[in-house]
């Protein structure tokens, strides 16, 4: 196992906990049971693998939060039915105060998009998505934003 895999598997067990600023939920509440598979590769060559609920791309270091971004973008619109996330080394995110990225190397994560929008309709149900900040949720959702908003 690489340094980087070795991260990425901690990072999964931390946003995995329970945490009480987030009302008890952890920061992503599958995680734990989550078919992952990682992936180092270059950033030209992400590509989905099927059967698996979560692929997480570890892409090259110097890239920056727009040349991920924008490969990003590419991704969705070849892949229509996977998500594809970026979590940039450089960019912290956080919920409630809570660091959600995995804060050193850059990822892109690739998750089935009819399996996310069922886990994202559960997660409605509770709630999870209070404790996020409306732009966050605009921005992780996406397609699937006004969905949690009328279900929760």
Known sequence: MTEK????????????????????????????????????????????????DVVIFIVEDNLTLDDINQWVDIYCKIYKHWDFFEDCGSYETFISGVQTNNGRYNLILA?????????????????????????????????????????G
């Open 5 to 52: 895999e070795k991260h990425i598997r901690d990072w999964i067990i931390e946003v995995s906990k329970k945490r009480p600023e987030l009302g008890h939920f952890a920061i992503c509440p599958f995680a734990s049971s989550a078919n992952f598979k990682i992936v180092e590769c270059n950033i030209d060559d992400v590509e989905p693998i099927d059967g698996a």
């Open 111 to 151: 998750q089935p998009k009819e399996k996310l929008k069922e886990f994202r309709k559960k997660l409605a149900q509770t709630d999870y998505y209070s404790y996020w900040s409306d732009e966050y949720l605009r921005e992780i959702l996406g397609e699937d934003y006004e969905i949690v908003k009328k279900t």
